[in-house]
């Protein structure tokens, strides 16, 4: 048995342990946006004045107009809505960790209807219409990524064609940042401080305050070249990751995703009592982490082997044709 068949034989393993933390990665957001949306502050005004109003500026008309009526039904009945979002949330947490297939994947679908719904009515595409939208603020947005692990958990057993294609995917959503980044906000003082000003405002413990009041400082003063240098990064490390998604380089990348979460997007503001959601970073780092769990520390691994090159050796004086590859 050559090498290549060796891999090949472990394959459906390999892929089987990356589907596993997908899977079971995507469960815990949803339990955890799940109890966020419990929180008081949920139920009152708040939730549409400081949450959701905020990402309606800026859009098209025709978006505005489809944000504007979901929430005033929100607030028509903002106790019952805000309950119900809680509930379906943690069902679909609940779902994915069944382990009975037809649940999970009853949950897999209802988890991408979700996701799409509150990314256009909620999240408004993420704000990349805006033309200020930025990876260090949380663009295209959580749901966003809790769709592609979705669509990716959906696509048949042995249908990835690489095992580490959720890192790929986790590169695609890098390569955006940078496209995002070139926005010409950013290259401006205030609008390239502004994601870090933002989150300096939030309650936060002093000393992440402080980080993030640096990063801010920096930002203010040389706009230029913290905003090329940024653009540089979220390039590089999104074509590598695309590309090439080895160990070294899912490190780096994983590396660059908690940087941005702790100084841009502030933690997720888990400690305002107003977080919905951990924000992107958390379920971008579930997909680069499950391209560190696929190779099983070798970089890139195929699904499937190919045919042998030549007869097998034996132990008999002469060789035996093959007449398949062995599994």
């Known amino acids: 048995m050559g090498r290549g068949e060796v891999e090949g034989a472990g394959a459906p393993r390999v892929q089987a342990n990356a589907r596993r933390w997908l899977l079971w990665g995507l469960a815990g957001l949803w339990l955890l946006d799940g109890v966020l949306q ?66 999970v994947r009853a949950g897999l679908w209802a988890s991408l209807s979700f996701s799409v719904i509150v990314w256009v009515c909620a999240q408004g595409l993420g704000q990349v219409l805006t033309g200020s939208a930025s990876l260090l603020a949380g663009a295209p947005g959580s749901v966003a990524v809790y769709g592609a692990i979705a669509v990716l958990l959906l696509l048949p057993e042995g249908s990835w064609g690489v095992a580490d294609l959720p890192a790929r995917v986790g590169g695609g959503f890098l390569l955006l940042g940078a496209v995002l980044q070139l926005s010409p906000p950013f290259w401006t003082p205030l609008g390239l401080a502004q994601p870090f000003g933002q989150a ?97 520390g070798r970089g890139r ?26 599994a």
């Open 38 to 103: 419990l929180q008081p502050g949920m139920f009152t005004r708040a939730l549409i004045t400081v949450v959701w109003q905020p990402a309606a500026v800026g859009q098209p008309g025709w978006l505005t107009a489809l944000m504007d009526a979901a929430m005033r039904v929100a607030a028509y009945h903002l106790v019952s809505f805000n309950a119900a979002v809680a509930l379906v949330q943690l069902t679909l947490g609940a779902l994915l960790l069944t382990g009975r297939p037809a649940w």
């Open 301 to 326: 691994l195929p699904l499937a082997a190919g045919p042998a090159s030549g007869p097998r050796r034996t132990q008999a004086a002469a060789p035996e044709p093959r007449t398949g590859s062995v």
């Open 200 to 296: 300096y405002m939030m309650p936060q413990p002093a000393s992440l305050r402080a980080w993030i009041g640096t990063a801010a400082d920096l930002a203010g003063r040389w706009p230029l070249t913290f905003n090329a240098a940024l653009v540089a990064v979220f390039a590089v490390a999104g074509v590598a990751t695309l590309l090439a998604p080895r160990v070294p380089v899912c490190w780096a990348a994983l590396v660059l995703v908690f940087l941005t979460w702790v100084f841009g997007q502030d933690a997720g503001m888990l400690w305002s009592g107003m977080a919905t959601d951990p924000n992107t970073a958390p379920a971008l780092c579930l997909l680069l982490a499950a391209g560190l769990r696929a190779p099983l």
